[in-house]
């Protein structure tokens, strides 16, 4: 069988996909947002504790860096044709000190997940049980992923850095064939953003509720940005402009956090100068945010443009 080598000339470098994606923010980072929140309502779902989900895919991941280090590669039916997925003896110490969550709390939450039968010992061996949490494949993930990268590829294309467009099928086939591949590649993506946005906001519900404003505006000035800009300008057109921000009952609704806990984390946003109420009580950002989340933001998407190129050189390399 002759094996299809893959040209080092037609390689897309990270470097490359990070100043494109920079410089037509306006056009993909409302696609890339979108999907962020999406992924932290699911989050939320599952267990409506963000730190439980977090742990359990510290702990998939462990299981999917041993399947790489073993040059053992699962697609997508293969993965999920168990409810279980064996993982490595673990401790609470490591969890904590990866994951930023004290270390009492860190033990509290393992052994919830483990009253609840979603981490279990079986003779010597640990498990996670995905039968018995809220769990839903991510279907719907994959297919937002591939319709960003799409549209990420098409600019790539315009900007002569990658040989070929990719359309969203193509790239939902290349992820679903090499899914254990990429989705460690992805973890590596969320778990370091999910910490990082943890130490500025201590808690995941707060950023979670200051995510979905922080998507409200980026759509609102889609809408006014006519030609694509960079990530800069185009935050502060949002900035500078008045436009429509989002209640809290919108926000309660959108991530599945209660309401009255919604108002708590609200009001502590704009005691903070993150976020400004209006007249009609509703939230939008304030410039301040910018100092803070803006070297974190650009962390995230140095590290989306890894993501991205992997799986386009993977996705070219098999065409």
């Not at 969550?101 to 498990?127: D, H, M, Q, T, Y």
């Not at 899914?179 to 973890?187: C, G």
């Not at 910490?195 to 995941?204: A, L």
Request: proline letters at 3%.
């Amino acid at each position: 069988m002759n094996t299809k080598i893959p040209k080092i000339s037609d390689q897309l470098y990270k470097e490359d996909v990070y100043n494109v994606l920079d410089s037509k923010y306006s056009t993909l980072g409302p696609i890339w947002v979108s999907h962020q929140i999406e992924w932290f309502n699911g989050i939320y779902a599952c267990f409506k504790d963000h730190d439980k989900f977090l742990i359990i895919i510290f702990l998939t991941k462990k299981t999917l860096d041993f399947y790489a280090s073993n040059l053992v590669k699962l697609d997508y039916d293969e993965f999920f044709s168990n409810e279980t997925i064996e993982i490595e003896k673990f401790n609470v110490a490591e969890i904590s000190k990866e994951l930023r969550i004290p270390k009492e709390s860190a033990r509290r939450k393992i052994l919830e997940l483990e009253k609840e039968g979603v981490i279990r010992k079986i003779n010597k061996k640990f498990i996670i049980d995905r039968s018995c949490f809220n769990y839903s494949k991510p279907r719907n993930s994959i297919k937002r992923i591939s319709t960003f990268l799409s549209a990420l590829s098409v600019m790539c294309y315009e900007e002569k850095v990658l040989t070929k467009k990719l359309t969203s099928e193509e790239l939902e086939l290349t992820i679903k064939d090499n899914f254990s591949y990429i989705w460690n590649l992805y973890y590596e993506l969320q778990i370091p953003m999910m910490t990082d946005y943890k130490k500025i906001f201590f808690d995941f519900e707060t950023f979670h509720i200051f995510g979905t404003c922080v998507v409200n505006q980026h759509f609102h000035e889609k809408k006014s940005s006519k030609l694509p800009i960079g990530r800069d300008n185009f935050i502060k057109g949002f900035l500078s402009r008045k436009m429509q921000g989002i209640n809290a009952m919108s926000i309660s609704e959108i991530t599945g956090i209660p309401r009255a806990t919604v108002i708590r984390k609200l009001k502590k946003l704009v005691k903070q100068k993150n976020l400004l109420i209006d007249e009609k009580k509703h939230y939008r950002l304030l410039g301040t945010f910018t100092k803070i989340i803006s070297p974190i933001q650009k962390n995230v998407l140095i590290r989306l443009s890894s993501f991205s190129s992997k799986i386009y050189n993977l996705a070219i390399s098999k065409r």
